[in-house]
Structure formats: C-alpha cells, structure tokens
C-alpha cells in the first residue's frame, strides 16, 4: 500500500472556508537554536537580563522564528501535501510578540481563488497568528499556486 497524500486541489477551496490548526509551545531552546542558525543574536532574544529593560519585560521570540513555525503548523493541516506547487508571496503584520511559554497557534481562511488556464490556480490564505490568550500576534496572508484536480 501506498501513501496518499492529504492536500486539497485548487477546486476544493472556497472563499471563506477556515481551518484551525494545533498549538504549538515556544520554547526557550527554539529561540536558542533559531538564533545559533540564522546569527541573529539580537538581545532581545537572547539575554534575559537585557530583555527585562524592553517594552515587554522579558526575552521574546524572533519574528520569524514565529513565522517558520506558523507555517509549519500550516502544513501540518495536510491541505497543501501534495497539492501545493508554489509559495508565491507572504505579507505578514507583527502585532504582539510571541513569548518564552506561548502557545501558538494558527487560523487560516481562504481569502481569493484565481483560476490559471495550465495549472490548477492561486489562492489567498489569509493566516491569523493567536496565542494561547486568543491575543493575534501575526496577521497577513499567504498565496500559494495550487494543482487543479485535472493537472
């Protein structure tokens, strides 16, 4: 037997369609690790001491640490598997910061569908980014070209 993968054709999505993803906890070896791989030792990240004196009283995560990981738990949801051809575009807003203890997690709605003529078409995902407050952290959208059911 083999493996199907889960992804949902171009046909399959319609505007206003929603779908919740699990939470995911950020931790203080995520932001470690994140700063050892991209070099951004920003203190504010890094130093616990420093990250008392700033305007949230504590280290906070790296803004795309905490998108890496919204769009992680994205694909977790299986709709794109195996469908998806393209990441097209990102535009993100950071609202509110994502903590050491935070709990993360994402919502997604379907915004726009475009059809294109050779393959499947594009859709717009609007991607709200909420703690475990039910507090939006990030909010923007994301397109993605997507198979069409006869690619």
Same mark, same amino acid.
Request: with cysteine; hydrophobic share 40%.
């Given at each position: 037997?083999?493996?199907?993968?889960?992804?949902?054709?171009?046909?399959?999505?319609?505007?206003?369609?929603?779908?919740?993803?699990?939470?995911?906890?950020?931790?203080?070896?995520?932001?470690?690790?994140?700063?050892?791989?991209?070099?951004?030792?920003?203190?504010?990240?890094?130093?616990?001491?420093?990250?008392?004196?700033?305007?949230?009283?504590?280290?906070?995560?790296?803004? $795309?640490?905490?998108?890496?990981?919204?769009?992680?738990?994205?694909?977790?949801?299986?709709?794109?598997?195996?469908?998806?051809?393209?990441?097209?575009?990102?535009?993100?807003?950071?609202?509110?910061?994502?903590?050491?203890?935070?709990?993360?997690?994402?919502?997604?709605?379907?915004?726009?569908?475009?059809?294109?003529?050779?393959?499947?078409?594009?859709?717009?995902?609007?991607?709200?980014?909420?703690?475990?407050?039910?507090?939006?952290?990030?909010?923007?959208? $994301?397109?993605?070209?997507?198979?069409?059911?006869?690619?």
């Amino acid at each position: 037997m083999t493996y199907t993968p889960r992804g949902r054709y171009f046909q399959d999505f319609q505007v206003g369609q929603e779908i919740a993803s699990p939470g995911r906890t950020i931790t203080e070896a995520d932001i470690v690790n994140f700063a050892g791989l991209t070099w951004d030792t920003n203190p504010m990240h890094t130093d616990a001491e420093y990250g008392k004196t700033t305007m949230f009283g504590e280290r906070i995560a790296h803004g $795309m640490l905490g998108l890496a990981f919204a769009i992680g738990l994205v694909w977790q949801l299986g709709v794109l598997e195996g469908t998806v051809v393209a990441f097209r575009e990102l535009n993100m807003k950071f609202k509110g910061p994502l903590k050491i203890g935070d709990t993360m997690r994402v919502v997604a709605q379907v915004q726009e569908t475009k059809p294109i003529r050779s393959a499947g078409g594009i859709v717009v995902i609007e991607l709200r980014v909420l703690n475990q407050r039910d507090e939006t952290c990030y909010q923007g959208t $994301m397109t993605v070209l997507v198979k069409g059911r006869d690619a």
